[in-house]
């Protein structure tokens, strides 16, 4: 039957080997198998066997997430010798929907409508969430809102409703609730802030989140809300392929029927209740309450409103910058040619390795999962010690990266309603607590390159407004300073110095005043680098030095200031013993493979424990920043907003007549965030555009 020609003939001539094919690839399902289900429930990991058992395999990919501790990053140690375990839910207890156990119901008409509204008037909290035909906030129509009160028990308003009631007026019904003084809990609730405050509905505080609380009980765990269900409650969710399937043929949710659409609504709001019940005691029993009640769930109606404002591009300038990245990127192709003698496809990494490793005999540092020499940034710095042409190519890979990432498609995602680019500001990514950004993501513009400089004059003020720029200086080093009490750090922040040329006074043993732009530029690298725990290999690829240089840069650097190098010893001391680490706000991070045999996997997390309390001081410091500028600007009814976070930076707009008072709250509010024993400097500016505020 099969019109192929080729085909027919291969399944004719090779029947047998066909059939035993289909036999091969299919499951046996009818053996008897005496095995208790609760025997397959997945333990944590024994990770010092993985690592073995990756390397020796070569599972590249599942080694790196082992390592950064995305396999089995629960059950370590806690401060009072207790693991903090994820629950284990076995198969027997797991529960779902049953629609005689729960009372779900959908809102009609507006009589219904009007009498759920004063219900939950009367509430002191309430869970909810919002079905929409979009997973992007700022794109996204509203279909409905679910309310939950007790366990089991729900509502959920299609918008508009059946009786012709339509969304504009149910969101003006429902405003007093969202702004009232009611506890509000939910799931992501900065998505739900975001799409209701498109609809013209604020959501105030208080909130608690439960993908935040969990965050913070264990940062690089999965934070789904379906995962939370079945560990915490023992509860398999609803999934949303069972209402809208998948892939080209998925439903807008709009096009679901009403009572179906309820029952999953209806159990989103209603499962975010019961998990905030859950996750709150535990959060409680583990010392976390505080640092989510004060940091983490007043910082989402910051971010809610800093995704919504959005910060404006010029698509002039981003095209004049594309002009000039051309001519660099074809400068740096005619470079690249002559030092490797021929032209090739530079984008190819075939035939860079052929020119790399064949023809220039370049050492292969490491292999592709398919076994060909890598050429992936790793493996380019460190050759770029050996041979200019590495060199090259990293410099050719940012600047294409920049043309394409930034400065190409910037102009494309501007929003046709506001006229400006919205990012996505991720809470619960980053497991040292920093945020993250997406879609575009603005944290990434490579601020150390000319260019990459230049890409921020695209970000520009509305008209009669100006961008106001501040960026904590040197904040990381003073955190390490503060933690080490190191009296050569302290004091040089004391007097003002500037820190890099007194490191390389130190180190060099010279006066300050002799130390050269290369010294300094040396001090600076190992200055940045001890927070992160670098590496001789990791210094020398930033200096393009040999590892002995750096070496002995790190050493001298930690006998200049030697309450550092104990305070880094008292870490990964407390790191082995605990199995976590924390910042001053109390905030922790789990180090997976602290107690490792493999010394490679063992030094990794080591600097992974050291850089953590810096830097997870830093994303709390600024947080905190974050929260009480924003309600400081709230409270005095100013029209200036914050737009963006960028690491130590924030960036504001502000109308000229409010400049002045900004700078005062700003300057305030970060200062002060933190008191960490040693002077804190902000730098400050103002300009139309991003770079001129910088």
């Given at each position: ?150 366990a089991g028990q729900a509502c959920y308003i299609p918008t508009p409703l059946p009786d012709g009631t339509t969304t504009a007026e149910i969101c003006e019904v429902f405003s007093p609730i969202f702004m009232g003084p009611a506890l509000k809990l939910g799931q992501n ?452 907003r914050m737009l963006l976070q960028v690491h130590d930076e924030l960036v504001f707009e502000a109308p000229g007549s409010e400049i002045e008072r900004l700078r005062e709250i700003v300057r305030d509010g970060m200062v002060h965030a933190i008191d960490l024993g040693v ?16």
């Amino acid at each position: 039957d099969i019109k192929g020609k080729r085909a027919r003939e291969g399944l004719t001539d090779h029947r047998d080997d066909a059939l035993l094919s289909k036999k091969l690839v299919t499951i046996k399902t009818d053996l008897e198998v005496d095995v208790d289900w609760q025997a397959f429930h997945r333990a944590h990991p024994n990770r010092d066997r993985l690592l073995s058992l990756f390397s020796e395999l070569e599972f590249s990919t599942l080694l790196k997430k082992v390592q950064s501790g995305e396999i089995g990053a629960g059950g370590e140690s806690t401060g009072d010798g207790v693991a903090f375990q994820e629950p284990a839910i076995t198969e027997q207890e797991v529960r779902a929907y049953e629609e005689d156990s729960v009372e779900y119901r959908a809102i009609r008409n507006r009589e219904q409508l009007l009498d759920l509204h004063d219900k939950l008037l009367e509430l002191d909290r309430f869970a909810f969430d919002t079905e929409t035909t979009s997973t992007d906030p700022m794109w996204a129509s509203l279909v409905g809102i679910s309310f939950s009160w007790e366990a089991g028990q729900a509502c959920y308003i299609p918008t508009p409703l059946p009786d012709g009631t339509t969304t504009a007026e149910i969101c003006e019904v429902f405003s007093p609730i969202f702004m009232g003084p009611a506890l509000k809990l939910g799931q992501n609730l900065k998505y739900d802030i975001v799409t209701l405050m498109r609809h013209g509905v604020r959501v105030v505080g208080p909130l608690f989140d439960t993908m935040v609380a969990h965050y913070l009980l264990a940062p690089e765990e999965p934070h789904g809300l379906d995962n939370l269900a079945l560990k915490y409650l023992g509860y398999r969710m609803v999934p949303i392929t069972e209402l809208i399937g998948d892939g080209k043929n998925q439903l807008s949710m709009r096009d679901v029927p009403l009572d179906q659409v309820c029952s999953y609504a209806c159990e989103d709001a209603d499962i975010s209740l019961q998990l905030a019940d859950a996750l709150k005691e535990i959060m409680e029993r583990e010392g976390l309450l505080e640092i989510a009640e004060k940091i983490e769930f007043p910082l989402i109606l910051v971010l809610a409103d800093m995704e919504t404002a959005g910060i404006r591009v010029d698509p002039r300038i981003l095209a004049e910058i594309s002009e000039i990245l051309d001519t660099q990127i074809k400068i740096l192709e005619i470079d690249i040619y002559e030092v490797a003698g021929e032209e090739f496809n530079i984008g190819s990494t075939q035939q860079l390795g052929e020119i790399l490793f064949n023809k220039l005999g370049l050492r292969k540092v490491s292999k592709t999962s398919k076994g060909a020499a890598s050429t992936k940034e790793t493996v380019l710095e460190e050759l770029s010690t050996e041979h200019p042409l590495p060199g090259l190519i990293l410099d050719w890979r940012k600047l294409t990266k920049l043309k394409s990432t930034y400065v190409d498609s910037l102009g494309e995602l501007m929003h046709p309603e506001t006229g400006r680019v919205h990012t996505n500001f991720n809470q619960t990514v980053a497991a040292t607590g920093r945020l993250s950004s997406s879609g575009p993501n603005l944290q990434n513009i490579p601020i150390r390159t000319e260019m990459g400089r230049e890409v921020r004059k695209a970000f520009v003020a509305e008209d009669s407004r100006m961008l106001l720029a501040a960026d904590y200086v040197q904040i990381e080093l003073r955190i390490l300073a503060s933690m080490s009490g190191d009296e050569g750090l302290k004091e040089a922040f004391a007097r003002g110095e500037d820190i890099h040329t007194s490191a390389a006074a130190l180190i060099y043993g010279i006066p300050p005043v002799e130390v050269t732009r290369e010294q300094r530029r040396k001090a600076k690298e190992v200055n940045y680098g001890i927070p992160y725990g670098i590496s001789s290999w990791g210094l020398a690829q930033r200096l393009r030095c040999s590892m002995k240089e750096a070496q002995a840069l790190i050493d001298t650097y930690l006998q200049s200031f030697p309450r550092v190098t104990t305070h880094i010893n008292n870490v990964i001391n407390e790191a082995h013993t605990r199995g976590y680490v924390q910042t001053l706000m109390g905030r922790r991070r789990f180090v997976p493979n602290i107690q490792s045999r493999n010394r490679t996997q063992r030094s990794f997390a080591e600097r992974v424990a050291v850089n953590m309390p810096i830097q997870g001081t830093q994303a709390d410091m600024i947080k905190i920043a974050m929260v009480r500028i924003h309600d400081r600007l709230k409270k005095e009814k100013m029209e200036s907003r914050m737009l963006l976070q960028v690491h130590d930076e924030l960036v504001f707009e502000a109308p000229g007549s409010e400049i002045e008072r900004l700078r005062e709250i700003v300057r305030d509010g970060m200062v002060h965030a933190i008191d960490l024993g040693v002077p804190v400097e902000i730098d400050m500016n103002v300009g139309e555009n991003w770079l001129d505020a910088h």
